[in-house]
């Protein structure tokens, strides 16, 4: 079995992947104390596969990879995101959050065959793109160390004048990076992050991003063409929404698409009950409580039922109502559970989280899903083993 070491683990959505395509984790470290909590609960209840997680505590700054004595296939993580994120500061490397800089460490100590580092698709803006250029050139050059009190921009121009020498010696990376929709791969959630993936130079492994499984015009097809998405869920006509663009879209398809349907809210929590119609049933569900406050605004207006939601998020300061709440046939808004969140993100039906409702929220807001995660793991799985 192929080894990993996970960073920055948070609830565990990218780690969770990567155990499920087959690598086994010699070390998962995170500093955050609830999500620690999350997954020290779920080791202890004996949940496939954190179980066997060998999770560290605390801050990755003060972590010795060295300590580490087996040999690493793969580095994995997301460096915290907030200084990148759409809706946070745009800080970047003025940022004492940025945590690539260890990403970039554990890399050079570790020298692991594969990396897999992902983040949000703010991090491809353009006001960050010399950064953005910054950290891929340290990935591919691990060993060109910063010099003490060296100015980030006089260190690329170093890394710069390395790369183009073209020199073979010393530790080398391929890197390739590409914005991901969570959507394309079968998850209920139009989500999208960049992900930069690396191979050892050594390697000699030829390899690109996954294909996508999935496809809107594949939904749109069995929502208003064959109808056989309404057929599954028994949703009469009546109850079905108008279909608008979407449905004019179908309508000019010449074929069936290849390609799966989008998953969407209504397939990933059609067996649960509506906390807020049904708070009797739902209680019969972990993590799955009607909480009450949601409101539409501008912008903000939920995610409709019968399509992928919108990208969860986290938020600065608590939770963005519209950004996290299912919007129903009828209009009518709420929140979605703790339970409903876990399952657009893919994450195990049995997976129990800790802390308070915006706390869970955040947890999962800030998580890759399980489903990308593996995709993109066993994808790089498949080449180590060939090489």
């Not at 069936?256 to 906390?275: G, H, N, Y």
């Not at 657009?344 to 802390?355: A, R």
């Not at 995660?373 to 090489?387: M, Q």
Request: include cysteine; charged fraction near 25%.
């Amino acid at each position: 079995m192929m080894r990993s070491v996970e960073l920055f683990v948070g609830a565990g959505g990218l780690g969770i992947g990567i155990s499920k395509a087959g690598f086994k984790p010699v070390a998962v470290m995170d500093w955050d104390r609830w999500a620690c909590d999350t997954l020290r609960e779920n080791k202890e209840r004996g949940l496939e596969p954190v179980r066997d997680w060998p999770l560290h505590e605390g801050d990755v700054r003060q972590f010795d990879f060295r300590s580490i004595v087996e040999t690493v296939d793969l580095v994995t993580g997301g460096p915290p995101c907030q200084p990148f994120s759409m809706g946070g500061r745009h800080r970047a490397f003025l940022d004492s959050r940025d945590m690539f800089p260890q990403a970039i460490r554990a890399v050079r100590e570790l020298q692991p065959r594969a990396f897999i580092f992902e983040n949000v698709k703010g991090l491809t803006r353009s006001s960050f793109a010399n950064y953005l250029e910054y950290i891929r050139l340290q990935l591919e050059h691990p060993d060109v160390v910063a010099k003490l009190g060296e100015e980030w921009l006089d260190h690329l121009a170093r890394l710069e004048d390395h790369h183009t020498r073209g020199r073979t010696q010393g530790l080398r990376y391929r890197v390739i990076m590409r914005v991901l929709n969570a959507a394309n791969y079968g998850v209920p959630q139009r989500r999208e992050r960049v992900f930069l993936v690396g191979f050892r130079s050594d390697t000699q492994v030829e390899w690109h991003f996954p294909a996508p499984t999935h496809s809107r015009d594949a939904l749109l097809w069995s929502q208003w063409r064959d109808e056989t998405y309404w057929d599954l869920h028994r949703v009469a006509e009546k109850h079905r929404p108008d279909g608008g663009a979407g449905k004019a879209r179908a309508m000019g398809l010449s074929q069936k698409p290849e390609a799966l349907s989008w998953r969407t809210v209504r397939d990933a929590i059609a067996d649960l009950p509506d906390p807020e119609l049904q708070p009797a049933r739902a209680h019969d569900f972990h993590d799955h409580r009607f909480q009450p406050g949601a409101r539409s605004y501008p912008g903000h207006t939920g995610s409709p039922l019968d399509e992928p939601a919108k990208t969860l998020k986290a938020g600065v300061h608590g939770v963005p109502g519209g950004e996290n709440m299912l919007r129903r046939p009828d209009g009518s808004i709420r929140y979605f559970t703790v339970r409903e969140s876990a399952r657009l993100q893919t994450f195990p039906d049995n997976m129990i989280f800790h802390g308070s409702w915006t706390e869970t929220m955040r947890q999962l807001g800030n998580a890759v899903p399980c489903e990308l995660g593996r995709v993109v793991a066993i994808g790089v799985r498949d080449k180590l083993l060939l090489s």
